[in-house]
């Protein structure tokens, strides 16, 4: 699905911040599960089927920028290193030694000329490969090439790295094909990494990621941050495959954080020139993109009532004390606003553990919501869900689904 133009997207901006009646080509929403925020066995079953077998944000490669670099990736059971090799590549390995299980690291970060189990010595090539086994003549039928480290799929896209748990993986290419349009013609690739932030939230990690799929709570609970530099009305959304979508939001002339240097860069989209780009990866990315930088924020779920929200800052930056300075404010300032969000997550999970929560009914402004929940049951399959537990596929089956 190509990239809307600039004309059309104001367009339909301006055409949305004046609506004021429900679309007649559109479904109505059904009622989501509430079951489906709480069940522990629904969340295992999004743990298999979707957080193992998607294509899931790592980290960005100026963050491993020399050989033997490595950063891990620590999640959802999963525990994959993402390392600098000799001739410049990043690899993804399994964090397991091929002798009992070790793990090889347990830092975040680090630079490393081998990798050495520290239970054994056994140790690995920065290209994965074993090399050293000591008192190798005890093992009477090693073979030492295969018993390399295991590979898991990675993909840079511009410098964003992702990896996929999944053996046979769906082509990054085809996963994310709405993402990759919506970024054509921005600057990606001479943007960094500027600084980042993690969050515990006592929520579901569906709670927090709807929280950023729409603009309906902007005027209550942002109305002296958000509301103040991007209109809330003037909110166009296009619902992409995969579960991914893409909302563009009018900006108004208010400041941000109250900055004095922005470092933007040129883009030849002259989309941000009045508007954000909020670009939603499935099933855990969140971001407005501008070319001033933005944050690309991860939801990860650490138990079926609880995640983490983890930001990874991306930017330019010319080394200057004026530029550090924007990166300190814009930092302190989304976390001012996530601090916003954030104070309602706790009591919303109570309050859906307490047993009267029988569901989510959902406006056409919430629709990414639903979108998404769809596309979870299309990964998990109907077959495998409980009666009462799915939702209905009505935007799948709406032609002009966007």
């Not at 059904?30 to 629904?42: S, T």
């Amino acid at each position: 699905m190509a990239k809307m133009t600039a004309e059309a997207l104001t367009q339909e901006v301006d055409e949305e911040s004046v609506r004021t009646v429900y679309p007649l080509n559109f479904p109505v929403l059904p009622e989501i599960p509430g079951a489906r925020y709480i069940d522990q066995g629904f969340y295992e079953l999004e743990l298999e089927h979707v957080w193992k077998k998607v294509w899931l944000f790592a980290g960005h490669a100026d963050e491993i920028p020399n050989p033997g670099d490595y950063m891990l990736f620590d999640k959802i059971g999963l525990s994959i290193l993402l390392v600098r090799k000799p001739d410049g590549e990043v690899a993804a390995f399994h964090n397991v030694c091929r002798h009992r299980g070790s793990s090889l690291v347990t830092e975040p970060f680090g630079n490393v000329r081998r990798f050495v189990c520290p239970y054994h010595s056994w140790s690995y090539s920065l290209d994965g490969e074993l090399k050293v086994v000591p008192n190798e003549f005890d093992f009477g039928c090693l073979e030492k090439s295969t018993r390399n480290l295991i590979p898991t799929h990675l993909y840079n896209f511009r410098g964003i790295l992702f990896i996929n748990g999944a053996d046979e993986p769906q082509p990054f290419e085809e996963f994310a094909s709405g993402v990759i349009d919506a970024f054509a013609g921005f600057p990606l690739d001479r943007f960094g990494p500027r600084g980042k932030l993690r969050i515990e939230v006592p929520c579901n990690w569906k709670a927090m990621k709807d929280n950023f799929c729409e603009s309906y709570h902007v005027p209550t609970v942002h109305a002296q941050t958000v509301a103040k530099w991007l209109d809330p009305a003037a909110y166009h959304m296009r619902l992409l495959d995969n579960g991914h979508h893409v909302a563009t939001t009018r900006k108004r002339d208010a400041s941000r954080f109250g900055e004095t240097v922005t470092p933007r860069l040129d883009t030849e989209d002259p989309i941000f020139e009045k508007h954000t780009l909020g670009i939603h990866m499935f099933p855990n990315g969140v971001t407005a993109v501008d070319p001033s930088g933005f944050g690309w924020m991860a939801i990860w779920p650490t138990d079926r009532g609880s995640c983490v929200l983890e930001a990874t800052f991306l930017g330019h930056d010319d080394g200057s004390p004026e530029h550090a300075e924007y990166w300190q404010q814009h930092i302190a300032g989304v976390e001012q606003i996530l601090g916003e969000d954030l104070r309602l997550m706790g009591g919303m999970q109570k309050s859906q553990e307490g047993g009267k929560f029988t569901g989510m009914l959902l406006s056409f402004r919430e629709r990414a919501i639903y979108w998404i929940h769809e596309e979870i049951d299309r990964r998990i399959g109907d077959n495998r869900i409980g009666e009462g537990m799915r939702v209905e596929k009505v935007i799948s089956a709406t032609a002009n689904a966007g």
